[in-house]
Protein backbone atom coordinates (compact mmCIF):
# COMPACT_ATOMS: atom_id res chain seq x y z
CA UNK A 1 0.00 0.00 0.00
CA UNK A 2 2.88 2.77 1.23
CA UNK A 3 4.81 1.25 -1.94
CA UNK A 4 2.11 2.07 -4.42
CA UNK A 5 1.34 5.31 -2.80
CA UNK A 6 5.27 5.93 -3.01
CA UNK A 7 4.83 5.17 -6.77
CA UNK A 8 1.33 6.93 -7.21
CA UNK A 9 3.02 10.37 -6.06
CA UNK A 10 6.30 9.87 -7.84
CA UNK A 11 4.24 9.76 -11.09
CA UNK A 12 2.50 12.48 -10.52
CA UNK A 13 5.54 14.37 -9.69
CA UNK A 14 7.32 13.12 -13.04
CA UNK A 15 4.08 14.27 -14.92
CA UNK A 16 3.80 17.64 -13.03
CA UNK A 17 7.93 18.18 -13.82
CA UNK A 18 6.94 17.30 -17.76
CA UNK A 19 4.47 19.71 -18.00
CA UNK A 20 6.42 22.08 -15.94
CA UNK A 21 9.22 21.93 -18.91
CA UNK A 22 6.84 21.64 -21.95
CA UNK A 23 5.28 24.78 -21.04
CA UNK A 24 8.34 26.82 -19.56
CA UNK A 25 10.48 28.71 -21.43
CA UNK A 26 13.80 30.01 -21.80
CA UNK A 27 14.86 32.84 -21.86
CA UNK A 28 18.77 34.07 -23.09
CA UNK A 29 20.19 37.36 -24.24
CA UNK A 30 23.37 37.74 -25.64
CA UNK A 31 25.32 41.35 -25.61
CA UNK A 32 27.70 42.20 -28.02
CA UNK A 33 31.16 44.31 -27.37
CA UNK A 34 32.15 47.78 -28.32
CA UNK A 35 34.06 49.69 -25.39
CA UNK A 36 31.77 52.47 -24.09
CA UNK A 37 29.10 51.53 -26.38
CA UNK A 38 28.09 49.39 -23.44
CA UNK A 39 26.27 51.97 -21.87
CA UNK A 40 23.73 51.80 -25.42
CA UNK A 41 23.00 48.31 -24.18
CA UNK A 42 22.89 49.18 -20.45
CA UNK A 43 19.81 51.92 -21.89
CA UNK A 44 18.39 49.03 -23.83
CA UNK A 45 18.03 46.43 -21.06
CA UNK A 46 16.13 49.51 -19.09
CA UNK A 47 14.07 49.88 -21.36
CA UNK A 48 12.95 46.73 -22.03
CA UNK A 49 12.54 46.13 -18.18
CA UNK A 50 10.43 49.65 -18.48
CA UNK A 51 8.42 48.44 -20.97
CA UNK A 52 4.58 46.67 -20.50
CA UNK A 53 5.75 43.34 -19.33
CA UNK A 54 8.95 43.50 -17.64
CA UNK A 55 8.14 39.76 -17.21
CA UNK A 56 9.52 39.17 -20.83
CA UNK A 57 12.83 39.90 -19.71
CA UNK A 58 13.57 37.49 -17.24
CA UNK A 59 16.30 36.34 -18.93
CA UNK A 60 17.38 32.93 -17.28
CA UNK A 61 20.72 32.89 -19.55
CA UNK A 62 22.93 36.18 -20.61
CA UNK A 63 26.16 36.02 -22.49
CA UNK A 64 28.32 38.35 -23.40
CA UNK A 65 31.56 39.62 -24.54
CA UNK A 66 33.75 42.69 -23.66
CA UNK A 67 31.94 45.41 -23.00
CA UNK A 68 28.88 43.17 -23.25
CA UNK A 69 30.60 40.96 -20.77
CA UNK A 70 30.24 43.70 -18.22
CA UNK A 71 26.96 44.42 -18.67
CA UNK A 72 25.77 40.64 -18.26
CA UNK A 73 28.20 40.06 -15.47
CA UNK A 74 26.03 42.77 -13.85
CA UNK A 75 22.81 41.52 -15.28
CA UNK A 76 23.99 38.49 -13.63
CA UNK A 77 24.17 39.25 -9.82
CA UNK A 78 20.40 39.74 -9.87
CA UNK A 79 17.47 37.33 -10.28
CA UNK A 80 15.70 36.58 -13.18
CA UNK A 81 12.26 38.15 -11.63
CA UNK A 82 14.16 41.76 -10.49
CA UNK A 83 14.71 43.04 -13.67
CA UNK A 84 13.25 46.92 -12.97
CA UNK A 85 15.46 47.25 -10.07
CA UNK A 86 18.20 45.63 -12.11
CA UNK A 87 17.75 47.94 -15.16
CA UNK A 88 17.62 50.79 -12.85
CA UNK A 89 20.88 49.67 -11.21
CA UNK A 90 22.87 48.96 -14.12
CA UNK A 91 21.99 52.27 -15.55
CA UNK A 92 23.24 53.88 -12.32
CA UNK A 93 26.25 52.06 -12.61
CA UNK A 94 27.06 53.04 -15.77
CA UNK A 95 26.03 56.75 -14.94
CA UNK A 96 28.56 56.95 -11.80
CA UNK A 97 31.40 55.58 -14.57
CA UNK A 98 34.03 58.02 -15.46
CA UNK A 99 36.96 56.76 -17.47
CA UNK A 100 39.60 56.96 -14.44
CA UNK A 101 37.16 54.40 -13.08
CA UNK A 102 37.80 52.03 -15.84
CA UNK A 103 41.68 52.62 -17.01
CA UNK A 104 44.67 55.25 -15.32
CA UNK A 105 48.09 55.95 -17.11
CA UNK A 106 50.60 53.44 -16.29
CA UNK A 107 53.40 54.96 -13.62
CA UNK A 108 55.40 54.61 -16.54
CA UNK A 109 53.37 56.08 -19.34
CA UNK A 110 52.12 54.42 -22.34
CA UNK A 111 55.63 53.33 -24.16
CA UNK A 112 56.21 51.44 -20.64
CA UNK A 113 52.85 49.99 -20.91
CA UNK A 114 52.91 48.37 -23.94
CA UNK A 115 56.29 47.20 -23.93
CA UNK A 116 55.88 45.52 -20.77
CA UNK A 117 52.45 45.21 -20.02
CA UNK A 118 50.83 44.66 -23.74
CA UNK A 119 48.30 47.39 -23.15
CA UNK A 120 48.78 51.25 -23.73
CA UNK A 121 46.42 51.80 -20.28
CA UNK A 122 46.26 50.31 -16.75
CA UNK A 123 42.56 48.77 -16.51
CA UNK A 124 43.38 47.58 -13.10
CA UNK A 125 40.92 50.02 -11.66
CA UNK A 126 37.71 47.93 -13.80
CA UNK A 127 38.72 44.92 -11.95
CA UNK A 128 38.86 46.43 -9.07
CA UNK A 129 34.91 48.16 -9.20
CA UNK A 130 34.12 44.90 -11.16
CA UNK A 131 35.49 42.61 -8.02
CA UNK A 132 33.65 45.26 -5.49
CA UNK A 133 30.41 44.71 -7.13
CA UNK A 134 30.56 41.02 -7.43
CA UNK A 135 32.06 40.56 -3.66
CA UNK A 136 28.49 43.42 -2.32
CA UNK A 137 26.04 40.78 -4.29
CA UNK A 138 27.94 37.61 -3.13
CA UNK A 139 26.57 35.30 -5.76
CA UNK A 140 25.48 34.92 -9.07
CA UNK A 141 21.56 34.28 -9.73
CA UNK A 142 21.04 33.27 -13.63
CA UNK A 143 23.43 31.41 -15.95
CA UNK A 144 26.47 33.51 -17.66
CA UNK A 145 28.81 33.38 -19.68
CA UNK A 146 31.55 35.29 -20.94
CA UNK A 147 33.74 34.92 -23.77
CA UNK A 148 37.55 36.11 -24.35
CA UNK A 149 40.44 34.30 -26.79
CA UNK A 150 43.89 33.04 -26.16
CA UNK A 151 46.55 35.36 -26.98
CA UNK A 152 48.65 32.12 -28.06
CA UNK A 153 46.12 29.50 -29.37
CA UNK A 154 43.45 32.36 -31.08
CA UNK A 155 41.36 30.07 -29.66
CA UNK A 156 38.35 31.33 -28.96
CA UNK A 157 37.82 30.09 -25.20
CA UNK A 158 34.39 30.32 -22.88
CA UNK A 159 33.66 30.83 -18.94
CA UNK A 160 30.39 30.79 -17.17
CA UNK A 161 28.93 30.78 -13.48
CA UNK A 162 30.34 27.66 -12.85
CA UNK A 163 33.97 29.03 -12.39
CA UNK A 164 34.91 29.86 -8.72
CA UNK A 165 32.93 33.11 -7.73
CA UNK A 166 35.83 34.60 -6.83
CA UNK A 167 37.58 34.60 -10.26
CA UNK A 168 34.56 35.93 -12.20
CA UNK A 169 35.45 39.36 -11.72
CA UNK A 170 39.19 38.88 -14.04
CA UNK A 171 37.05 36.84 -16.37
CA UNK A 172 34.73 39.39 -16.88
CA UNK A 173 37.54 42.09 -17.71
CA UNK A 174 39.64 39.25 -18.89
CA UNK A 175 36.64 39.70 -21.98
CA UNK A 176 36.99 43.33 -22.25
CA UNK A 177 40.76 43.74 -22.36
CA UNK A 178 40.32 45.44 -25.90
CA UNK A 179 44.22 44.57 -27.58
CA UNK A 180 46.75 46.82 -27.09
CA UNK A 181 44.70 49.18 -25.16
CA UNK A 182 44.56 47.19 -22.03
CA UNK A 183 46.55 44.39 -21.10
CA UNK A 184 46.43 40.73 -21.37
CA UNK A 185 45.10 38.62 -18.31
CA UNK A 186 46.82 35.56 -17.26
CA UNK A 187 44.24 33.01 -16.12
CA UNK A 188 45.67 29.29 -15.49
CA UNK A 189 47.22 28.39 -18.63
CA UNK A 190 45.39 30.65 -20.71
CA UNK A 191 46.77 34.56 -21.57
CA UNK A 192 43.32 36.22 -22.22
CA UNK A 193 41.78 39.06 -24.37
CA UNK A 194 39.09 41.08 -25.63
CA UNK A 195 36.74 38.11 -26.75
CA UNK A 196 35.36 40.38 -30.16
CA UNK A 197 38.44 40.13 -31.60
CA UNK A 198 37.03 36.84 -32.72
CA UNK A 199 33.16 36.77 -32.35
CA UNK A 200 31.50 39.85 -31.04
CA UNK A 201 28.39 37.77 -29.71
CA UNK A 202 28.17 34.82 -28.08
CA UNK A 203 24.83 33.21 -29.13
CA UNK A 204 25.57 29.26 -29.17
CA UNK A 205 26.71 29.27 -25.49
CA UNK A 206 22.87 31.29 -25.10
CA UNK A 207 21.21 28.96 -26.65
CA UNK A 208 23.25 25.66 -25.14
CA UNK A 209 22.77 26.96 -21.55
CA UNK A 210 18.91 26.76 -22.61
CA UNK A 211 19.54 23.14 -23.79
CA UNK A 212 21.47 22.21 -20.59
CA UNK A 213 18.83 23.03 -18.56
CA UNK A 214 16.37 20.55 -20.56
CA UNK A 215 14.55 23.22 -23.27
CA UNK A 216 14.20 22.41 -26.66
CA UNK A 217 15.22 24.88 -29.12
CA UNK A 218 11.63 25.71 -30.22
CA UNK A 219 11.10 26.53 -26.47
CA UNK A 220 14.29 29.05 -26.39
CA UNK A 221 13.67 33.10 -26.83
CA UNK A 222 16.63 35.01 -27.74
CA UNK A 223 17.20 38.38 -27.56
CA UNK A 224 20.19 40.11 -29.15
CA UNK A 225 21.36 43.25 -27.83
CA UNK A 226 24.13 44.58 -30.06
CA UNK A 227 26.01 48.09 -30.38
CA UNK A 228 27.59 48.27 -33.72
CA UNK A 229 27.71 50.65 -36.00
CA UNK A 230 29.12 51.24 -39.38
CA UNK A 231 32.22 53.40 -38.44
CA UNK A 232 32.03 56.99 -40.89
CA UNK A 233 35.08 58.71 -41.11
CA UNK A 234 34.52 61.99 -40.12
CA UNK A 235 35.90 65.66 -41.45
CA UNK A 236 38.86 66.24 -39.06
CA UNK A 237 39.93 63.42 -38.34
CA UNK A 238 42.89 63.18 -36.93
CA UNK A 239 45.34 60.38 -37.83
CA UNK A 240 46.18 59.66 -34.26
CA UNK A 241 47.30 56.07 -34.21
CA UNK A 242 45.31 55.19 -31.40
CA UNK A 243 42.09 56.52 -32.88
CA UNK A 244 42.91 54.81 -36.30
CA UNK A 245 43.54 51.20 -34.45
CA UNK A 246 39.86 52.03 -32.42
CA UNK A 247 38.36 52.73 -35.75
CA UNK A 248 39.65 49.65 -37.48
CA UNK A 249 38.36 47.53 -34.14
CA UNK A 250 35.25 48.97 -34.71
CA UNK A 251 34.52 48.83 -38.25
CA UNK A 252 35.76 44.52 -37.90
CA UNK A 253 33.26 43.87 -35.30
CA UNK A 254 30.59 45.43 -37.36
CA UNK A 255 31.03 43.41 -40.74
CA UNK A 256 32.03 40.42 -38.32
CA UNK A 257 29.05 40.58 -35.84
CA UNK A 258 26.66 40.73 -38.97
CA UNK A 259 27.61 38.06 -40.65
CA UNK A 260 27.58 35.84 -37.76
CA UNK A 261 24.09 36.46 -36.56
CA UNK A 262 22.71 35.46 -40.20
CA UNK A 263 25.42 31.59 -40.07
CA UNK A 264 24.12 31.46 -36.23
CA UNK A 265 20.41 31.45 -37.42
CA UNK A 266 20.62 28.95 -40.27
CA UNK A 267 22.08 26.55 -37.66
CA UNK A 268 19.50 26.36 -35.16
CA UNK A 269 16.01 27.97 -37.28
CA UNK A 270 13.98 26.93 -34.26
CA UNK A 271 14.79 29.13 -31.57
CA UNK A 272 12.54 32.01 -31.30
CA UNK A 273 14.38 34.82 -32.47
CA UNK A 274 12.46 37.50 -30.74
CA UNK A 275 14.26 41.39 -30.03
CA UNK A 276 17.07 42.41 -31.76
CA UNK A 277 18.59 45.77 -31.18
CA UNK A 278 21.48 48.26 -32.57
CA UNK A 279 22.01 51.94 -32.20
CA UNK A 280 19.51 53.98 -34.26
CA UNK A 281 21.27 56.89 -33.61
CA UNK A 282 25.07 58.28 -33.10
CA UNK A 283 27.49 56.24 -30.79
CA UNK A 284 30.84 56.63 -29.28
CA UNK A 285 33.22 56.12 -32.42
CA UNK A 286 37.39 56.16 -32.43
CA UNK A 287 38.59 57.31 -28.95
CA UNK A 288 35.73 58.00 -27.35
CA UNK A 289 35.03 54.10 -27.52
CA UNK A 290 37.01 54.57 -24.63
CA UNK A 291 35.63 57.08 -23.26
CA UNK A 292 33.37 56.46 -20.43
CA UNK A 293 32.45 59.64 -18.79
CA UNK A 294 28.96 60.46 -18.85
CA UNK A 295 28.91 63.24 -21.23
CA UNK A 296 29.74 60.52 -24.02
CA UNK A 297 27.76 57.74 -22.39
CA UNK A 298 24.53 59.58 -21.35
CA UNK A 299 23.00 60.11 -25.19
CA UNK A 300 23.93 56.29 -25.99
CA UNK A 301 22.23 55.36 -22.00
CA UNK A 302 18.78 57.70 -23.67
CA UNK A 303 19.15 56.21 -27.54
CA UNK A 304 19.14 52.80 -25.75
CA UNK A 305 16.01 53.30 -23.80
CA UNK A 306 14.38 54.65 -26.88
CA UNK A 307 15.70 52.09 -29.31
CA UNK A 308 14.49 49.13 -26.98
CA UNK A 309 10.95 51.05 -26.96
CA UNK A 310 11.03 50.67 -30.49
CA UNK A 311 12.01 47.45 -30.87
CA UNK A 312 9.13 46.19 -28.97
CA UNK A 313 6.74 48.55 -30.42
CA UNK A 314 8.05 47.12 -33.93
CA UNK A 315 7.01 43.12 -32.82
CA UNK A 316 8.86 40.25 -32.02
CA UNK A 317 10.59 38.66 -34.65
CA UNK A 318 10.94 42.07 -36.61
CA UNK A 319 14.10 43.14 -36.01
CA UNK A 320 15.44 39.60 -37.12
CA UNK A 321 13.20 40.12 -40.49
CA UNK A 322 14.57 43.62 -40.98
CA UNK A 323 18.28 42.50 -40.51
CA UNK A 324 17.82 39.68 -42.93
CA UNK A 325 16.36 41.64 -45.75
CA UNK A 326 19.07 44.36 -45.01
CA UNK A 327 21.49 41.78 -45.82
CA UNK A 328 20.08 40.95 -48.88
CA UNK A 329 20.59 44.51 -50.69
CA UNK A 330 23.08 45.01 -52.70
CA UNK A 331 26.96 46.14 -51.91
CA UNK A 332 25.87 49.56 -52.67
CA UNK A 333 22.80 49.93 -51.10
CA UNK A 334 24.30 48.79 -48.02
CA UNK A 335 26.75 51.87 -48.83
CA UNK A 336 23.78 54.18 -49.43
CA UNK A 337 22.25 53.36 -46.48
CA UNK A 338 23.68 51.73 -42.76
CA UNK A 339 21.52 49.05 -41.03
CA UNK A 340 21.69 51.45 -38.64
CA UNK A 341 19.75 53.80 -40.63
CA UNK A 342 17.68 50.76 -42.08
CA UNK A 343 16.23 50.26 -38.45
CA UNK A 344 15.70 53.96 -37.75
CA UNK A 345 13.64 54.15 -40.90
CA UNK A 346 11.50 51.27 -40.16
CA UNK A 347 11.10 52.43 -36.49
CA UNK A 348 9.73 56.01 -37.67
CA UNK A 349 6.78 53.81 -39.58
CA UNK A 350 6.21 51.65 -36.63
C1 LIG B 1 26.63 55.48 -7.47
O1 LIG B 1 27.39 56.39 -6.68
C2 LIG B 1 26.77 56.74 -5.45
C3 LIG B 1 27.61 57.85 -4.83
O2 LIG B 1 28.95 57.49 -4.75
C4 LIG B 1 26.68 55.49 -4.58
O3 LIG B 1 26.07 55.80 -3.33
C5 LIG B 1 25.86 54.44 -5.31
O4 LIG B 1 25.85 53.24 -4.56
C6 LIG B 1 26.44 54.18 -6.68
N1 LIG B 1 25.52 53.30 -7.38
C7 LIG B 1 25.88 52.21 -8.01
C8 LIG B 1 24.79 51.40 -8.59
O5 LIG B 1 27.04 51.83 -8.12
Known amino acids: MRGSLKITSSILLISSFIVNQAQAVCRAAAFAGGGSRGAYEAGVVYGFNHAKNPADFSWDVVTGVSAGALNSAGIALWAPNQGKEMSEWLEQVWLNLTSSQIYVDWPLGWLDGITKESGIFDNTPLLNLVTKLYTSFGSVKRKTVVSSV??????????????????????????????FIFPHRHYGDHILMDGGTVWNTNLISAVDKCKAMGHADSDIILDIILCDQKGISEIGDTGNALNNFLRYYTIQSYYSGMNDILEFKKTRPNVQYRYLTLPTGPVANGLNMINFNPSNTVPMIELGKKDAANAIKLGEGKGFELFEQYMKLSPQEQDQLSINEYFAMHYEKA
Open 150 to 179: DVNTGQYVIFDDSMPFSDLPLLTVASASIP
